[in-house]
Nanobody, 122 residues
């Protein structure tokens, strides 16, 4: 079973930046659509951003203009660069993968990471 591995979470003050990484071992990385979602305590899981194998991206309105999603197909790594962080960005962030872009857009994936905590203080 393939396990994605997130890293880069932590605590930061409002207005700060973080970069999350997601290592994707054991998959033909370029063939998979990838995504980041997040879940805050007591709230539903929220799609943050997606990227196709070819590099097409989608961002939730709540992060548009502040977050960037990218991928390094040579290293099998997915990134989420987060700028101008707000307290409402506090959540556990998960990366996930699926062969079909439509599925990751709908929040579904065959492979998931364990999550990394991002905490933004005001």
């Amino acid at each position: 079973q393939v396990q994605l591995v997130e890293s880069g979470g932590g605590s930061v003050q409002a207005g700060g930046s973080l970069r999350l990484s997601c290592a994707v071992p054991g998959l033909t990385f370029g063939s998979y659509a990838m995504a980041w979602c997040r879940q805050a305590p007591g709230k539903e899981r929220e799609l943050v951003a997606t990227i196709s194998g070819g590099g097409s991206t989608y961002f939730a309105d709540s992060v548009k203009g502040r977050f960037t999603i990218s991928r390094d197909n040579a290293k099998n790594i997915l990134y989420l660069q987060m700028h101008s962080l707000k307290p409402e960005d506090t959540a556990v962030y998960y990366c996930y993968a699926d062969r079909f872009f439509s599925r990751v857009r709908d929040g579904h994936g065959d492979y998931w990471g364990q999550g990394t905590q991002v905490t933004v203080s005001s």
